[in-house]
């Protein structure tokens, strides 16, 4: 299966992002806390080189929380700052703020030594499509926040953002999309919606999800659609990463099959409607109802 994705914006918006890096202090970087090395564009650390960084692990909601503590410590043994947040509930919001602070300390310090007292921190906000920025910086502005006005050599389309008395947000940070060099990497965008479903191929990429989950969360499928795992074929060969169907994993045929009874997704003469199906566990999945998952480990 191919995910063919390279949008023609994407040098633009690296421009655009290299030009306002000059503007801030410190980047604020959205990763998906199901798949962060997938949701972290490669191409982040090049652009912000030696910019003051933070790593923000958002959706926190939709992993396992073990995992989630897993991560922050990922990055912390390489030096970066890290944090899980749940923007939906504002969870890890404060901690982000503070870790702002903490980074900008030092500069805080020899700001005031030269009799700038009230220097205002400087945010950009980068993450790709689907992580759940719009709705973390809506947290952050917590939706009383005024527009500050446009700052010498900021063009009229850049807007400054006021989040608390020291800390402004440049409200145009732009998407910086991936670029991924093999399938694993492009099939974990697709699970989780950064890649429009128009762009892929729904029932490959569903039944390669729903093969991944029957291996690492079966539980979570059998009780979510209410079937039995004696009746999926045990012929399977662990440990192969193929994603379309052979007669060995002919199991996960067969749980779709139970899915599609189960939710009235069958056409005339018994065959099932895999669109339907696919379009109910990928819908599923990304909404949280199959459970806590973490599609990307540190172990792994």
Known sequence: MNINWYPGHMLKTKRQISEDLKLVDVVVEILDSRIPLSSQNPDVAKIIAEKKHIIVLNKSDLAEEIHNNKWVEYFSNKNKVAVVTDSNSGKGIKEVLKQIEKVMQSDLEKAALKGINRKKIRLMIVG?????????????????????????????????????????????PGVLWPKFEDEEVALKLAYTGTIKDELIIKVDV???????????????????????????????????????????????????????????????????????????????????????????????
Request: a neutral charge; one cysteine or more.
């Open 128 to 172: 790709i499509p689907n992580v759940g920025k719009s709705s973390f910086i809506n947290r952050m502005c917590n939706k009383k926040s005024a527009i500050v006005g446009n700052r010498p050599g900021v063009t009229k389309q850049k807007q400054w953002v006021k989040i608390s008395n020291n800390i402004e947000l440049l409200d145009t």
């Open 206 to 300: 569903a039944y390669s999800l729903l093969k991944y989950l029957y291996e690492n969360y079966r539980e979570n499928i059998l009780e979510r659609y209410d079937v039995e795992a004696d009746g999926i074929r045990p012929d399977y060969e662990a440990g192969r990463m193929q994603y379309a169907p052979t007669e060995d994993e002919d199991h996960i045929y067969d749980l779709m099959k139970q899915i599609a009874k189960k939710r009235g997704a069958l056409l005339s003469g018994g065959n099932f409607d895999d669109e339907k199906v696919a379009g109910i566990i990928l819908n599923e999945f990304r909404a949280g109802k199959l459970g806590k998952i973490t599609l990307e480990k540190v172990n792994e």
